[in-house]
């Protein structure tokens, strides 16, 4: 049974890494070459590919998608941290209807407000900067659901009331007590939100046209001439913005799993 089930393992992990072997196969060809059918095995283009990359200022790119994503994670985890330890552990009169409007939000596709996003930035004087795609995440309400769930399930209210009776303050007890309980949550979101945030191509095309802020995204749907689209270029910008991400997952995949399963078996 055991073997079956590793061979099982086996099979969809080879599976799920085909089209990540086809992009960097793809990334070694000539564009029009890639018509002829998919290739299998490294051709001799990719000293090209890569010259088309970095010739069009793929470094600042790769820079301004770093920004981007680390700031989001900053923003997102800690006010959804603090919204999750609000509506979990303070009783008052809103608080079942935050909860309710948490949740609803969520069902609403962010499309809807889009536009009305992009006028309010552009009042602010944000438009065509970085600033509009890193403060949209400051309102995430799948961030803010997580971790009022996590934290109601993972953080006991007497220690929470044990801290109050020695006189520790509200932040001390969120900063000294609740944050160190709760970081397999916080690896959980921080590791959801920069996968987003990194991949995030919409905002980024909408809210910027100056070429000195686009990221990664919107640079690889870029690439290419005039006339011509080069896919294989786009296919090596591709592999190498892919490295931060798994990087990201490999350093994260135990605690994010433990994140996942908090509070999914009760004793």
């Known amino acids: 049974m055991r073997i079956l089930l590793w061979l099982l393992l086996g099979i969809i992990t080879i599976v799920s890494l085909i089209p990540f072997y086809v992009m960097l196969m793809m990334s070694t060809y000539f564009t029009e070459d890639i018509y002829s059918g998919i290739p299998l095995l490294p051709g001799d283009y990719l000293l090209e590919n890569l010259k088309t990359v970095f010739k069009s200022n793929f470094f600042r790119v790769y820079t301004n998608s770093l920004i981007v994503s680390v700031s989001a994670v900053l923003i997102a985890v800690s006010i959804s941290a603090m919204i999750g330890y609000a509506l979990s552990k303070f009783q008052f009169r809103m608080n079942r209807f935050l909860n309710y409007f948490i949740i609803v939000t969520m069902m609403v596709p962010s499309q809807v407000g889009l536009i009305g996003y992009i006028i309010e930035m552009k009042n602010l004087g944000m438009g065509n900067t970085l600033m509009p795609v890193i403060l949209s995440w400051a309102g995430t309400s799948f961030g803010a659901f997580f971790m009022v769930q996590f934290i109601k399930d993972t953080v006991p209210n007497e220690i929470i009331e044990c801290a109050r009776m020695d006189g520790c303050s509200e932040p001390s007890i969120f900063i000294r007590i ?27 095309l909408v809210t910027i046209n100056n070429a000195k802020w686009y990221t990664i995204p919107v640079f690889v749907s870029t690439l290419g001439a005039v006339y011509r689209t080069d896919y294989s270029a786009q296919m090596a910008a591709l592999a190498m913005a892919t490295l931060p991400v798994l990087i990201v997952f490999v350093l994260g995949s135990k605690t994010f799993i433990k994140g996942i399963t908090a509070g999914a078996v009760k004793g």
């Not at 609740?178 to 980024?204: C, D, M, Q, R």
């Open 178 to 204: 609740v944050l160190p309980l709760i970081k397999p949550g916080l690896a959980t979101l921080s590791t959801l939100v920069f996968l987003w945030s990194w991949n995030s191509y919409l905002l980024p």
